[in-house]
C-alpha cells in the first residue's frame, strides 16, 4: 500500500478499523460444527463478514470482530447456530 | 513572434483551457459564460481539444464532475458565473479541502434577485472563504496567461488547490481585444503533466473523504493555509518564468503602476484596474502623484506586498462588492494587514456594483477627493437618487 | 481624457443585422493596419430581432485600458436608418465627429449635416446586388465596413476585406469583398 | 447459482462501524464480490459513510471517495471520464448512495448522469429513511411509516423510483434484496458487463431505523417481496423480467402475502396497531400494493 | 417567575420557534441539526404547532420553500447546519436581496472532507458575504432568547432582511441546559404581527425579481447596507426591550463580561465566548487584568463598539474559522475596524478547528503569552505534529 | 370548445422582451385565460425572466415571482402553503418554467414537490433548449439537434420526461402544444379544478432556437404532433387519455407524418441535410419516435 | 396599484414595459377586413396580443407594439392578412 | 481552575443502554434541588448498540459558562460493568474521586477501591426485578440513578423520582421510581 504525501483525508484499509468491534457483542453466536451442513447461509449473511468460510466450506466465528447481531443463528436453518449471553470476562 | 488572435474574454479563456489539454471539462452554462463552454464545445468539434466534455445539469454537478475527474489524477477545467457560482459553493469547499487543482474561470457578474446579468464581484468575493485561489483579470491578454499559468500554481506539489480566474461580465468576457498566444508546444514546455498528490487507483484501494477527528482536521486545514502561503512566493516565479519565456507579464500578486513617488497608490481590480490605468495617466498628467497597485491575486491575500506599498504611500481602495453588514472586502482586508504595522491612510470606496460603469473620470473624481482631504473614510462613489 | 489617437465607434443597428460582427470585423482589420490597441464590443444585454441594438469598437495605436462604454465616439455608424427614428443616434457624439448611415439618400438631406461629418452609403442596395442575403433579408453589416476606411484612414480597405477573406470562404468571401468594395466606391461623404 | 458459487474473496474488511445486523455492510460484501476489486466507489453523506471507519483507517478494500449528499451521480460522471481519458476503461465505477441520496437531494444529479449516458453503475440501498441522521422521512419512506419527520406514520406515498428510472430508458435497471444475495449478485454481475448506466436498487432493512430486532435484517427483506411490498425485477433496454418470488407474483402462481405480516413486526408502524388497529392506513398499505401489481401487470406481463 | 426547560439547545430552538408561531417552516434534516426539526416535527404532532411544516427534499429547497412562503406575507422559519448551509448559499442571497426576513438557526459545524460533525464556525462564516445578519450564541438561553429577538429584528420594517442564529455544533444544539421560558401570552406582546414590506398577492399583481439595471440595483444593495447599519441601533433596543420584559440579557452587539480596568480583552464567539468567561474569571483571580466582549453578532459588524473597546484595551481575538489564504475573519474584520483609530494591541489566535474542544485553560495560555509579550501576531493554537 | 368561447381578457400585456414569434408568450396568453386573476406565477430562471421585462416594470398582470433557477417547485411548495396558512385557499399557485428548468436543473426539486404533494400546477413550457442563454442542450433537445453545445448534433435521446411524472403518480398530468390552443385552455381548466400536484407540459417551437423562420411557430407546433416527436394526452390518476391528433395515431386511425417533414424545416438540423442526407441519424431519430409510440400502444390503450 | 416602499426588485405591469415594440417591426401585418371571417385564429396565436378581439368579433391590429412576425398572416386561413415591408417613415 | 461547588460526572455504558438519558435524567434532577447551574451532553460521535458510549454531567450552584468537555470527573458512573475491561474508565477521575458501578460485586473487590471511593448496586438485577425491560433487556439508566443521592448529596432521590415521574406515566412510571428506591437502598459504598 503506498501512503500519499499528502495532509487531507485519505485512509487505508485496515482490520479493525473501528476497533475491535467484537466488543460491542451482547450476545455470543456459538456454532455447533456438527449440526452444520455447510450451506454457507451463516456466511453470506454476516453482515460483518466474520463467518469464516473454510476451504471445505465449513464455517468458523471470528470472535474479534463479531458484532453478535444474530443474523447467522436466525438464517441457519439447522440450529447449528446458537445465542449466549456474553460472560462477564472474555 | 507569437500569433495573434482578437477575440472576447470567454474564447480567449477558452482557447488558453484547450491548450493547456484538460482531460476533462464540466459546465454548465449561465450567462456571460456560455460562449466560453461554446468555445470549448467548438474546440471539441474541430478535433483541437481532444478531452472529454461532460454536460452536467447544474453547476453543482459541474463542480462534482470535475471533483470526481480530478480524483482521478486527471486536469480539468470549467467555468461559471454569478448564480452557478454560488450553487456550486458546497463543491467549492469540497475541492480545496480535497486538495484538488481544479482550475475554474468565473465571469463576475451580479448576484440576484432582480436579475442582472452586469459585472460585479460580489459572486467570487462571496466565496474568498472556500480555500480557492482567486485571481483577478483586467485584459484578455491576461486571461490567457493566467489560465495557463493557473493550471502551473495549482498542480504544483506544494499548492495542490484549485485556482479561480475571475473576470469582469461583458467587459472582458464579450469584449474583443488582441492577444498574444503561446504555441501548443511552448505550453507544453512551460506546463508540466500533471502530478497528482493522491488519485483513486485500484492498485492502491484507499478511502477518501470518511469521517476524521478534530486534531486531524485543523491538520488538514493548517496545510491548506500553508500552501496558500506558499503560494505567495511561488506566483511571482511563475510570473517571472513566463515573462522570460514569452515576455508578457502582469504583475505578481499585485500589478504596479506608476508607483514610483506616488503620495497616494489606488488598489482596484478587475476591469476597474484597468481602467484605473487612465486614471492614474490623467492625474499625473495634472501632476497629482497616484499610482496604482492593481491586485491580481485575492487570495492568498498579498498582504506582505500591501504592506510594503503603505510604507510609501496613502492608499485609496476601491471594491466593486460589499459585504453587507460591513463594507468592501478589499478595503476590510488591506485595513487588516496593515493594522499595527503602519499608520497610512486608507481611504474606501465602492463603485460599480450591479454592473455600474465605472469610467476612468469617476476613479479620477474618487483620487482627488482624496487628495484634497474631501474624502471619508468609506464612500459609495456616484450613488443617486438614495 | 485619453489616448489623443484613440478613434470610439458606435455602430447602432437592429437585433439580427449583425451590429456586433460589424465592429469586431472593423477592429480585426485596424489590428491589421497598425494599430496594435483596439477593442469591440456589444451593449450588454438581451439581443432581439428587429430590436434596436449598439455596439462599440475602439481603435489606438497604443494599448488600451479602457474598459468603459464608449459615452462621446469619433465616429457614429448607422447600419438601418430607420433606427434614427427612434433612438439618438448623435448622443454624445464629439464636434465635428462623423455619422456615417446606410442609405439612399445623399449627406445633405439630414440636418445634421451642419454639424457633424456625414457620409451615406445605400448598403442594403449593394447586399442586394451581390446577393447577400440571410433568410432573405440583405446583409449589411459586411458591406457597410467598405465605406469606413473613407471617413477613418487608420483602416484601409485592403484589411477590412482581408478579415473578410479569413472569415468567410470561397465564393461567399468573394461577394463580400466586392461588396466592401462597392460601398467603398459608393460612399458620399459631406462634411 | 448457489450460495456456494459466491466468490469467497471480500473487499469488506470486519471491524467497522455499521450498526450490528446492517443491511448496507450485508449487501456491500456481495456487491464488492460481483464486482470485483477492479471497482472503484463514490459514496454520498448516507450510513456507508460512517461505516467505512474513521480517518486514518478504513474498512473498505476498493478505491473509494466520498462526496457530498446530493453529487454522487455527477461525480461519477466525472471519475468515469477521468478513467477513461487515462484509458482505463476496465475500472467499474460505481455510486453507492441511500434511498436518500437517491430519491431526494440526489435524484436530479442521477437524473443528469443516465440521460447523458455515464458509463457506471448506479446502486442505492433503500432502508426507506435518512438513517444515518436518526430516521427521518425520505421519498422512499412508505405511507403510514412512523419517523422522527413523520411522528404520526407518514401521509404521502413513497416515490416509484423504479418506474422513473425505467422512464429512463437506460440499458439496465434491476431492483433486488438483501434477502436474496444470489439475484443481488447476478444482477451486478449482468449490470458491470453491459455498456452505460446501469441503475440496481437494493431493499435494505434497517435494525433501528424500523425497529425491529437486528438478528431479523434478512426476515424483513424475505417478507418485504413476499407482501408484494418490493419487486424483484430487471430490465434490458425496456424488456422488463421479473425474477423469483416476484414473478411467480407476476403470473398469479402465487398469492402475496397480506402486508400485516410484514409490518406488524416492525416498530415504525406500532402506531397502526396500537392503542387500536388504524384499519383504514394498512388498507391503504394493501391497496397501493395492489394498485402497483396492477400496473406491473399491465405492462410488463 | 417563568417556567424552567431543561433540554437541548435544538430542542430550545425548536420552542422558541414555536412560541412565535412561523406560519410556515421548511427543513431538511442534517446531523446536528436534526433534533431541532424533530422537535418541530413533534410540536406539530401535539398540536402546540400549527403552522405547516414542509419536508422538502434539500436544503436549496428549504430556503427556496421559505422564500415563496415568506413572499406571501407570513412569518417563516427554517434551521440547518454545514453542508446544509453551504448547499443554500445560492438561496441565502436570494432571501436577503428579496428582503425577505427568513429566521434560522444553524448549527455551527466543520465543512468536509472529510466529515467531521464537530463546532467549528466555518459553514457560517462563509456566509458572511450573503447579506444575513448573524448571531453566535453561547447557551441554550441565548438561542432561547435570540431566536424570539431575530423575528422582531428581522421583521421590523427598517430592517425586513432574513437572520441567522448560529450555535456550536453538540457543545450547545445536543447539551442540556436549564432554559427559563417566556410564555406564549408575552412572546405574543413581544412579538408585533409581521407586516410585510411586500408580498404576493392577486389584488397587487406586482412581479418581484425580474431584470433590474445597474443603477437601480446598486440602489438595493445600498438600502440593504443602510438597513444592516440600522440594525447596529435596533439590536440594542431589543435587547434592552427584552431585559426590562423579562429580566434576561445576553448583551448587545457584543455581551460584556469584566470589561472594566482590563488591560486585554478577549473577543471571542459562540461556545468558546461561554468558556471564556471561565478563562477570565481565574486570571482575574491571579491578578491579570483580562476581560472578555463576546462577539454576539457578527453582521452586522459591530465596528463601532469594538472600536470604543479599543480605547480602553489590547484585544485578544480568537477564532473557530479561517479564511484560507488570509487568517480568522474575527480578526481581520476588528483589526479593518481598528485601522485609523486606535492603535491598540490586537492578538490573532485560530483555535477549536475541527470541532477541536477549546478548554478555558487552553484560553487562559493564550492570554497569557499575549500578557507576557510572548504571543506573536497570529497564532494557531495547540496545534500538534504539522 | 372553439377559439370563440375562449376569455377575452388578458393577463399579458404588450410590449415585453420577447422575440417576435416567440411560443412562450403565445402560451402564456392562453394559459392566463384558463387560470384567471387569482393565480400567482413563480418562474426560475428562463426566457419568461426576460419576457417580462426590465425592472420597474412587467408585461405580466399576474403576481409574478422570479426564483433561482432550481427552485421553482420549491419556492411554489412554499408559497401555497403561505396562503393556505392565511386561508387563501383558492389562489391558483402556479410554477411556469423552461425544460431546462425541468428536465435538468429544477427536476429535483419539481419531483420533490410532487412527492410531497403540493397543491399547485408546474407548467413547463418545453422549447427543446435552454434558449434564455443563447441555445445550449437540454435534458429535452432531441438527438441529432444542433445546439452551441452539441456543435455537430446531440448524441443523446431526450429525456421521457412525460414519463417520468407518470411516474410520480400524480393526481393530473398533461402534454400540450401552443399549436392547440382549446387543448391547452382546456387542459390548464382541469388542472386547476383538481387538487394536489399538477403538471403541464407544452411543447414550445421558439424560432431563433431552432432556426426557423419567426412566422412559423404555429406550423412547428402542429408538425410536432402530426409527426409523431410530440404526444398530446392527459392522465388523470393513472388513467391516459391521448387527445387530438395523437389519439388518432395512437388507435392507428391515421400514420403519423415522416420526422423529415418536420426537421428539415429546422436549422437546428440541418446538418443531417446538407452536404449529405445522413440518412443513418435520421433514422434513428424516426426509430426512436416508433419506439415511443410501441410503448405508448402497449401501456395506454 | 399600491406601490410598496421598499428597495427591491419590484416591478409594476405597464403596457410596453419595454417601450413601443412596434418598433422592432420590419413586417408590418395588413388586415383586409373584407376578407377576414373573425375566425380569429390570428387573436389567439398572436404572441404579443396585438390583435385587438372586437365585441364582434372582428379584429383589429395594435401597431404600437405589433413586432411583425407575421404569425397572423400565416395562420388566417382566408389570407386576410398581408406582411409589408415597413417604410422608412411610419 | 473553575467554581468550587462544581461537580463533574462521566456515564459509561454501551449504545442502546441510555447513558444519555440518565445523565439528563440526573442534571434535571439536581436542578429540582436548587442546583442554578446543570448541564448535561454525550460524547459527540454515532452510537451504535452495544458500542462503547459517553455521557457528562456537571451540577453547580451557578450558572455554568463551561463548554468544553470534562477531563477531570468528581464522579465517574458504570452502567455496564463488561465496559470496564474495554475502556479505562477512571481516566481522569480525580483524587479522592467516586465511581458508582452496576454490579453484583462488593466494592472491595475492585482493585482500584484502594485509590477511589466505590459504590456498587446491582441496577440490573434491580431491573429486572421490577420487570423494566426493552426488548427483553433490562433497562439499568433509571435504576442506577438511584443510587446516586449515597455519594453526591446535591441531588436527592425525592427529586430524581419526580423527575422519573414527569417522564413516564402511570405503571412504568412507578416501576422505575420503586426501582430507583431499591437502588439507593441497595447500594453500597466503600471509601
Ligand atoms: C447537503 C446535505 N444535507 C444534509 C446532509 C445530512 N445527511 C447526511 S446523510 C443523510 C441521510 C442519508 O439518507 P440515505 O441517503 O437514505 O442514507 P442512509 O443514511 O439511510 O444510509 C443526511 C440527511 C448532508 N450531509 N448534506
Ligand atoms: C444556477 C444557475 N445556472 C445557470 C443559470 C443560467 N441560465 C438562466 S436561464 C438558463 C436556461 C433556461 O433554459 P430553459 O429552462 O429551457 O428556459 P428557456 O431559456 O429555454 O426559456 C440558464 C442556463 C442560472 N440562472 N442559474
Ligand atoms: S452474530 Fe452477526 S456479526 Fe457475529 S458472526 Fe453472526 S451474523 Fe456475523
Ligand atoms: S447456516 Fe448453519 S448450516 Fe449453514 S453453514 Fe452456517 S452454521 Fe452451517
Ligand atoms: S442505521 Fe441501519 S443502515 Fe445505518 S448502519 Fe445502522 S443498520 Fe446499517
Ligand atoms: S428565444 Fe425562443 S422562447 Fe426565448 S423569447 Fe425568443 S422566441 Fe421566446
Ligand atoms: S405580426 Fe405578429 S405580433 Fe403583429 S399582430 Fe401579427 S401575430 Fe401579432
Ligand atoms: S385569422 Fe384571418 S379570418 Fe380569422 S379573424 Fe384573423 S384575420 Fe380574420
Ligand atoms: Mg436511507
Ligand atoms: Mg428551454
Known sequence: ?90 | MSEVMIDTGNYIAAKAAVLCKPDVVAAYPITPQTTLVEGIAKYLATGEYKGEYICVESEHSAMAACIGASATGVRTFTGTSSHGLLLMHEMLHWASLARLPVIMCNINRVVGPGWNIWADENDSISQRDTGWIQFYCSSNQEIFDTVIQSFKLGEHEKISLPVMISYNAFILSHTSMPVYLTDQKDVDAFLPKRKPKWKLDPDNPITFGNIILPAEYEKVRFDMQKSHEYAKKLIPEISKEWKQRFGRYHGDLLEFYKCDGADYILLSMGAIGAESKVAVDNLRKEGLKVGLARVRCFRPFPREEIQKLSKKAGLIVIDRNISPGMEGALFTEVKASLYGYTDAKVYGFIAGLGGKDVPFGDIEKMCKKVVNSKAKHLEWFGLKGV | MTSADLVEIVFHGRGGQGAVTAANLLVAAALKDGNKGVQAFPFFGAERRGAPVRAFARISHDEIHLRSEVYTPDIVIVLDESIMDIVDVLKGLKKNGKILINTRAKPGEFDFSKKFIVATVDATGVALKHDILIGGMPVVNTPILGAVPKILNRVTLKSIQGIVRSKWKGELAEQNVKATQNAYDAVVVKS | MAIKDLPVEECYIPGCAACPGCPATMALRVVYKALGRNTVKIIPACCTAVIESLHPHTSFDIPTMNIAFEAAAAGASGVEAGFRMQGKTDITVVAWAGDGGTYDIGIQALSGALERNTNFIYICYNNEIYSNTGIQRSGATPYGAWTTTTVTGKTEFRKEMGEIIQAHHIPYAAQTCIAYPEDLFKKLQKAKSIHGPKYVEIMAPCPPGWRFPMEKTVEMGTMAVETGAWALYEVENDKVTFNGRSKLILEGKIERKPIEDWIKYQGRFRHLFKPKKDIKRIKAIEDHIDQMWERYRKCYQ
Chains 1, 7 share one sequence.
Not at chain 1, 487531507?8 to 450476545?27: E, H, L, Q
Not at chain 1, 464455517?59 to 443463528?73: F, H, L, R, S
Open chain 1, 1 to 90: 500500500m503506498k501512503k500519499y504525501d499528502v495532509v487531507t483525508t485519505i485512509s487505508y484499509p485496515k482490520k479493525g478499523a473501528m476497533g475491535k468491534t467484537g466488543n460491542w457483542r451482547v450476545f455470543r453466536p456459538i456454532l455447533d460444527k456438527k449440526k452444520c451442513v455447510k450451506c454457507l447461509r451463516c456466511w453470506i449473511y454476516c453482515p460483518e463478514a466474520t463467518i469464516i468460510r473454510n476451504k471445505d466450506d465449513s464455517v468458523d466465528i471470528d470472535y474479534v470482530y463479531c458484532k453478535g447481531c444474530g443474523i447467522c443463528a436466525n438464517v441457519c436453518k439447522v440450529k447449528a447456530i446458537t445465542l449466549e449471553r456474553e460472560g462477564k470476562k472474555k
